[in-house]
């Protein structure tokens, strides 16, 4: 009975790192967006729909890359 409990838990660690690395190379991927994000805005000033669409886009890239420093900080560290 322990051997199934330990290996269970073993799977269980797997599984945790594994998306706890996922998460790490999406916010890595947001991080990178950003600049890109802050030209489009820049570029667009004179079509105003896109440029909101841009500022959307970007307001949400933020608040993501926000709960992941708030509350998976490993994830942030998992991600350098």
Do not use: W
Not at 56 to 64: G, I, P, S, Y
């Amino acid at each position: 009975m322990h051997r199934k409990i330990r290996i269970f838990s073993a799977h269980c660690e797997i599984k945790i790192f594994s998306a706890k690395s996922a998460m790490a190379s999406v916010y890595r991927d947001l991080e990178s967006m950003r600049p890109q994000l802050f030209r489009l805005a820049s570029e667009a000033n004179e079509n105003n729909d896109e440029l909101m669409g841009v500022l959307r886009l970007t307001d949400e890239v933020n608040r993501v890359i926000n709960v992941v420093k708030d509350k998976y900080p490993d994830v942030v560290e998992l991600s350098k």
